[in-house]
């Protein structure tokens, strides 16, 4: 019999404009059956005025400040992943960010996965503000 694993992660510290967050969540998909499958959550935004540099630099911050475990950031290639295991299950749900050149700013693709018999609430919410802290 499966246990049904409830997580989910935490951005209470991160704050986001409405504005910006009416932008990000048109982008927001998500894909597979909370519990039975998988489930893919994603989102992107563009920043017009935001280097890519600079937006990968605030989104790295970000991640970091929310307490995830494995954090591998590769600056060369705009690629930040992290992970996160919070139900003692030994399955981690991951995290991952793609920074990369859009015109003079940037684009910012945020991803994060939950393996099957787990659930995360509020995934349009936590990943739109992930994004939007490079308008910060």
Known sequence: MR???????????????????????????????PLVTAVTYKTWMEFPSVNPTAAFDKVSRAVLAEGFADVNVEKQLGTLTAQQETTGSGRPQTLRVVVRKSGKGSRVDALFMVPQGQVAPSMSDNLCRVVNSVAE
């Open 3 to 33: 246990k049904i694993i409830l997580c989910g992660f935490a951005f209470g510290v991160l704050s986001f404009t409405p504005a910006a967050a009416s932008v990000c969540s048109q982008h927001y998909q998500s894909s597979g059956v």
